[in-house]
């Protein structure tokens, strides 16, 4: 079975820097590419970035690039999002989803989900 868990959200402040980890188990996901999306309360969730299962292809929304990066550990089961310069309209919950066939910002081209992480940045 596959399962993801998101980790690393909390409360910061605006400037500040949070890294977020997601947990993938399951031989089903090799080879398939993972992603990180977010949803602010009563709106659409929204794509964040993606990587896929080499970690050399990656792709982050123009809302977040210059300031957050995605990327992959050594053991090949575990993504990051590195979220630098914070800001209040970056506060959401955070889901980690795997099983796209490649990096993408298509939501229904993943499988899985995880229970997502909350973000909470103060001004």
């Known amino acids: 079975q596959v399962q993801l868990v998101e980790s690393g959200g909390g409360t910061v402040q605006a400037g500040d820097s949070l890294r977020l980890s997601c947990a993938a188990s399951?031989?089903?996901?090799?080879?398939?590419?993972m992603g990180w999306f977010r949803q602010a309360p009563e709106k659409d969730r929204e794509f964040v970035a993606s990587?896929?299962?080499?970690?050399?292809?990656?792709w982050v929304a123009d809302a977040v690039k210059g300031r957050f990066t995605m990327s992959r550990d050594t053991a090949q089961n575990t993504v990051d999002l590195q979220m630098n310069s914070l800001k209040p309209e970056d506060t959401a919950i955070y889901y980690c989803?795997?099983?796209?066939?490649?990096?993408?910002?298509?939501?229904?081209?993943?499988?899985?989900w995880g229970q997502g992480t909350l973000v909470t940045v103060s001004s």
């Open positions: 990587i896929s299962w080499s970690g050399f292809n990656k």
């Open positions: 399951g031989r089903a996901l090799s080879g398939a590419a």
């Open positions: 989803a795997a099983g796209a066939g490649g990096i993408t910002s298509v939501a229904t081209s993943y499988s899985y």
